[in-house]
């Protein structure tokens, strides 16, 4: 019961705009006093937003039109002391040494933020012309001749380590 209490207050609060203070609030009304600590609390608010946000961007992502104008993502760290050093790197273990992955790399299919409980990672769709702005060679050529590339560079294996369990897959649109 306290989790579902707890995933309506999360609900409720999304619906008003996203805020911590606002989802204490909601808990507090509730349930009562919270049965979890504070940084517990604020645990579940920040990875289920960032879930949801990742989720909204994927299904909009998603649209034939959209895919089309926007072939490639760039995976955007925090960068501040509470990052983590894995997800720095993926920032520039991309195409050409940066952040932009294609978007039809598998790489997101492990890699779609959040990638743990608390990360505060994003990505941003790019165009061709953005990803070529942004330093990378492919999308320079693709700009240059007018056609996409033959066989697409997938970063994939080039990320030597493992994401955190039951994270970073991409999850709208996908059967349940």
Same mark, same amino acid.
């Given at each position: ?117 608390? $990360?505060? $990672? ?55």
């Amino acid at each position: 019961e306290t989790i579902e209490e707890i995933r309506d207050a999360l609900a409720k609060t999304l619906e008003q705009g996203p805020s911590l203070r606002v989802f204490r609030e909601k808990i507090e009304e509730a349930i009562g006093a919270s049965p979890i600590g504070p940084a517990h609390v604020e645990t579940v608010y920040r990875t289920n937003i960032q879930a949801a946000f990742s989720d909204g961007l994927e299904t909009i992502a998603s649209n034939p039109i959209v895919d089309e104008l926007f072939p490639y993502a760039e995976y955007l760290p925090i960068r501040d002391a509470r990052a983590r050093s894995e997800h720095l790197a993926l920032a520039t273990l991309g195409l050409s040494g940066t952040g932009v992955y294609r978007r039809d790399d598998p790489f997101w299919d492990q890699w779609t933020p959040p990638n743990g409980y608390n $990360c505060r $990672c994003g990505r941003n769709l790019l165009t061709i012309d953005a990803a070529a702005r942004k330093g990378v060679q492919e999308a320079k050529e693709w700009l240059r001749t007018g056609r996409p590339p033959v066989v697409p560079e997938w970063r994939i294996d080039y990320i030597p380590f493992k994401n955190e369990p039951g994270f970073g897959s991409r999850r709208a649109g996908r059967a349940a």
